[in-house]
């Protein structure tokens, strides 16, 4: 039969107070400087410390869902030669241990000083302690804001002990120091997650103000940043940028004959063509107006800028899936100079856009800037 003894034979009271203080200041330091990533070592460390100089076999934290339905063993210390059973205790049903539930959750603390006198009324819970070989156990409750939210525990297999008014005392420092942490923590989680999902709502709002709705192309606003960006980059590096300009052919008729839903849809197919012929590093598709697109294609040459212009009337006069259209485009290849400005830019490749149109539409022209 195990001895049992109210403390170890080898520790005095006296001794044990004084260590217990100690161990109390070095807890607290460590918890309290503890930053978030570092929480769970810290945790574990306390029930080390908690244990060590084999107060105790086996020392753990459990956390309760909020609607105290289940609980689960989240931090674990045992001492040498003794089993861990975290892994066995994870997302515990009530319905397994409803004495152990209620009487937490009424008393916020369970002190057993011998499982085997354990009256039947415990049920699930005494044949945990016996399958745990648990000869004493204590626990007490971890507050936040009045309401509890787990427990502190710890377990001795190789002897039992009567518990003492001291011993609950010195187990509810500890529990509410980790409750402290633990609350620290869910404060700078929960801080860290606001400021996360404002940021990424401010970057949506920014995508926002420069996407085109219909399209998901960027609008006149994004094209003027991008445009603006391009001009200084390859004037700086002395690059060609070559600008394109692409108008739907008789939109309106269109519109009129095949309703603005049709219309819609030839716009949306006509991007969609945009940006598969230009996808490449740096090219950016725009919608510049009702009808109109932009493309703005760093270091491309005019000759290349051609070729792109004659596979994108190809690819769009070819497209079935909505009513027949054709376009006119506009083309721009040239090295900016200093004060070329995305204004200037514009202008002269609408200008080249009507120069198609005259032409009888279904093609492109290109024109030298300036």
């Not at 934290?61 to 210390?77: A, G, I, Q, S």
């Not at 095949?258 to 030839?266: E, I, S, V």
């Not at 070729?307 to 376009?327: F, G, H, Y």
Request: charged residues 25%.
């Amino acid at each position: 039969m195990a001895q049992t003894s109210d403390k170890p034979a080898s520790v005095s009271t006296e001794d044990s107070a004084a260590s217990f203080a100690y161990l109390i200041s070095e807890l607290s330091t460590s918890l309290i400087n503890a930053a978030p990533d570092e929480a769970e070592l810290h945790i574990e460390r306390s029930l080390a410390a908690l244990g060590s100089n084999d107060r105790k076999d086996r020392c753990y934290v459990f956390l309760f869902t909020d609607d105290y339905r289940h609980m689960t063993n989240t931090h674990e210390w045992v001492n040498r030669g003794i089993s861990s059973h975290k892994d066995d205790l994870q997302n515990i049903p009530l319905e397994a241990m409803p004495w152990f539930f209620t009487s937490m959750r009424a008393d916020g603390k369970v002190v057993v000083s011998c499982t085997d006198q354990l009256p039947d009324v415990t049920g699930g819970f005494k044949e945990e302690l016996q399958r745990e070989q648990i000869q004493s156990m204590l626990a007490v409750g971890m507050y936040l804001e009045g309401k509890l939210i787990g427990f502190v525990g710890c377990d001795l297999v190789q002897r039992s002990t009567l518990w003492s008014d001291e011993d609950v005392r010195q187990m509810q420092l500890v529990a509410d120091m980790i409750a402290n942490t633990i609350a620290r923590h869910r404060t700078e989680s929960q801080l860290h997650q606001v400021q996360s999902e404002l940021r990424a709502a401010n970057e949506r709002l920014a995508q926002l103000a420069h996407e085109d709705s219909l399209t998901g192309l960027i609008n006149r606003r994004g094209l003027d940043a991008v445009l603006e960006t391009e001009l200084r980059r390859t004037q700086r590096k002395q690059q060609f940028l070559s600008v394109l300009m692409v108008d739907i052919d008789h939109f309106k008729a269109l519109n009129d004959k095949h309703g603005h839903l049709g219309g819609d849809a030839a716009l949306c197919s006509v991007a969609g063509i945009l940006l598969k012929t230009f996808q490449r590093s740096g090219e950016k598709v725009a919608r510049f107006g009702g009808d109109e697109f932009v493309v703005i294609c760093p270091v491309m040459s005019a000759e290349v800028a051609e070729q792109r212009a004659t596979e994108l009337l190809q690819a769009i006069a070819s497209n079935t899936s909505v009513a027949p259209v054709t376009v006119s485009i506009g083309v721009l290849s040239f090295i900016p100079a200093a004060d070329t400005t995305p204004g200037s830019v514009l202008r002269q490749v609408d200008r080249a856009v009507y120069e198609a149109k005259d032409k009888g539409r279904n093609c492109f022209v290109r024109r030298p800037f300036g």
